[in-house]
Nanobody, 123 residues
Framework: VQLQASGGGAVQVGGSLRLSCTTS????????VGWFRQAPGKEREFVAT????????YYADSVKGRFTISRDNAKNTLYLQMNNLTPGDTAVYYC?????????????????WGPGTLVTVSS
């Protein structure tokens, strides 16, 4: 699977951004998809994904209530709507695909990664 994230940029505290991730190479229904992020000097961390069997979203506690993951199966595109951004959200955001038809919040189960898009939140 090939993935390409876009939509990053610089915003002020409290602002919003919507990230997009276009995918190609395999049918969208054949794998799980998720968002991760890596802040400067920190390890990459999970942000959001879909629970495969329930088709419901699952979020990291740090973004719950502020971020919304969605997808357009017809366009093979994944989205991440980010509201009420804080400086703690500053990071490179990555979209990724799992190795099979399942979901996970663990990085090790994701086999395909896009190049990432930078989000900078300033006060």
């Amino acid at each position: 699977v090939q993935l390409q994230a876009s939509g990053g940029g610089a915003v002020q505290v409290g602002g919003s951004l919507r990230l997009s991730c276009t995918t190609s190479g395999r049918a969208f229904s054949d794998y799980g998809v998720g968002w991760f992020r890596q802040a400067p000097g920190k390890e990459r961390e999970f942000v959001a994904t879909f629970r495969w069997s329930e088709d419901s979203a699952y979020y990291a506690d740090s973004v719950k209530g502020r971020f919304t993951i969605s997808r357009d199966n017809a366009k093979n595109t994944l989205y991440l709507q980010m509201n009420n951004l804080t400086p703690g959200d500053t990071a490179v955001y990555y979209c990724a695909a799992t190795r099979g038809a399942f979901w996970s919040a663990e990085e090790r189960y994701y086999g395909s990664w896009g190049p990432g898009t930078l989000v900078t939140v300033s006060s």
